[in-house]
């Protein structure tokens, strides 16, 4: 008997790939191991995969296999979340940065898995938190100004008090994971996945500072809403749910070890950063 008794699927809502899955139920067949998704995502597929509720999926299963992009692999991650299950990520099509192997690798993945030859990666969480709601993201969360609306304006509070303040398009906080996200785009710094802290970038700053700041996980964050700001949208890991006026406090902590990330030796957190980036070295270099 192996390690895993069951397995969780999380799929990309519009790539159907029949191929991996009957990959991942043949290994599964050989093993004695339970298959298992959510009504909805396995629908395409008539195999013999036990739907459950997503609320259900991570606590049933041992291992979450992600089969998509990032994307899929932040959901996952969010499903895994109550239940620190381990997640493996699958590329299908696009390199992401928290995937660790490619479907011609998937069967001898699985089977290393559960046989435990693999280590687990954790990653930190985010959480926000405000008057009436609590919410956790794996990479980034943004106040963003409403299109058509006025600038975000927002005071960066440090242990209790106000520190610096942005005028901008959107202020991101980004987890290290989340580093290579939103935060990148803007023109924030790479940051290893191994430091646990808080990445604050301004998005087409307008303010007289417009550096991105980096915080310890010890400190506390916490955003303010400036009166001369419009309404604000809040995005968590790129998806809108919430608005917010001024005024508004959004406390923000890091959660140490909220996320595990299957990784098999097989690519360093670098070698996958240099692949999406498409990195090749300076011309010195070469």
Request: with cysteine; proline share 6%; aromatic share 4%.
């Amino acid at each position: 008997m192996g390690l895993i008794k069951a397995v969780g699927l999380v799929l990309h809502p519009a790539r159907h790939h029949p191929d991996v899955i009957e990959t991942i139920l043949g290994w599964a067949r050989r093993r004695g191991i339970e298959v298992l998704g959510t009504p909805a995502e396995i629908a395409a597929y008539d195999r013999p995969i036990t739907a459950l509720q997503p609320t259900q999926l991570a606590r049933r299963a041992n291992l979450l296999v992600s089969l998509g992009g990032d994307g899929t692999m932040l959901r996952a991650l969010r499903l895994a979340y109550p239940h620190q299950t381990p997640v493996l990520g699958v590329n299908l099509g696009r390199l992401g940065f928290l995937a660790e192997i490619d479907i011609p690798d998937l069967d001898e993945s699985l089977c290393a898995i559960d046989d435990d030859r693999f280590t687990v990666e954790t990653r930190s969480g985010l959480r926000i938190t405000t008057a009436d709601r609590s919410v956790i993201a794996f990479n980034d969360i943004a106040l963003l100004r409403v299109p058509g609306q006025g600038m975000a304006r927002v005071e960066v509070q440090v242990e209790g008090h106000p520190f610096v303040s942005y005028t901008a398009d959107a202020v991101v906080v980004a987890t290290p994971t989340g580093s290579t996200a939103y935060s990148f785009s803007a023109g924030g710094p790479i940051v290893s996945p191994k430091v646990e802290g808080l990445l604050v970038t301004p998005v087409a700053p307008h303010s007289a500072f417009n550096r991105a700041l980096f915080l310890s996980h010890g400190e506390k964050l916490a955003l303010r809403i400036l009166p001369a700001s419009s309404e604000l949208g809040v995005e968590v890991d790129g998806q809108l749910v919430a608005h917010r006026s001024a005024g508004t406090v959004v406390d923000m902590t890091v959660e140490p070890a909220a996320a595990r990330v299957v990784r098999l030796g097989r690519t360093t957190f670098y070698q996958r950063t240099q692949r999406k980036l498409r990195l090749t070295g300076s011309p010195e270099s070469t």
